[in-house]
């Protein structure tokens, strides 16, 4: 399937829109989540869009505790340890997009920075819910 640059641009705004949506609500959305409850969790993610997704991929591919501290894994995984998390898994989607956006074409490129520009969102967003335990810095395993 062929899908112009006009379209790809189209797309790439409705995404954006949900985008400015979703994140006027993210941090009552999340503020008193605690991500023990199934249902909460689901809505998390759903809520979370593509960060949701890369949290809820990731786990998958690579056991969450070898990603965290050692300390945060022996002494269990709380809150703030997902949000520090969180955190390190968009600031990494950011470095990739970072990374990629020489192979773009130019049709590609806004939406590559568009969609990088909301990982960044994203990050800022859990870095707030961390304080001051957010690194600023991209999850190097990743």
Known sequence: MHISAKDL????????????????TFRE????????????RRSFMKKAGVGGLA????????????????ASAAK??????IAVYAESVELAAVA???AAAGL??????????LFAKHHKDHAAAFASLAGSKATGKPNAKL
């Not at 959305?29 to 909460?40: K, M, Q, R």
């Not at 269990?76 to 340890?81: E, L, N, S, W």
Request: proline share 5%; glycine share 8%; charged share 20%.
């Open 55 to 70: 949290l809820a991929a990731t786990p998958a591919l690579l056991p969450a505790a070898s990603l965290l501290s050692r």
């Open 96 to 98: 990739i997009y970072g």
């Open 76 to 81: 269990g995984i709380t809150d703030v340890d």
């Open 9 to 24: 641009a189209q797309m790439a705004s409705a995404v954006d829109e949900k985008h400015h949506e979703a994140m006027k």
């Open 104 to 113: 773009l074409s130019a049709g590609v490129k806004p939406v590559g920075e």
């Open 29 to 40: 959305e999340t503020g008193d989540i605690h991500l023990d409850s199934l249902n909460l």
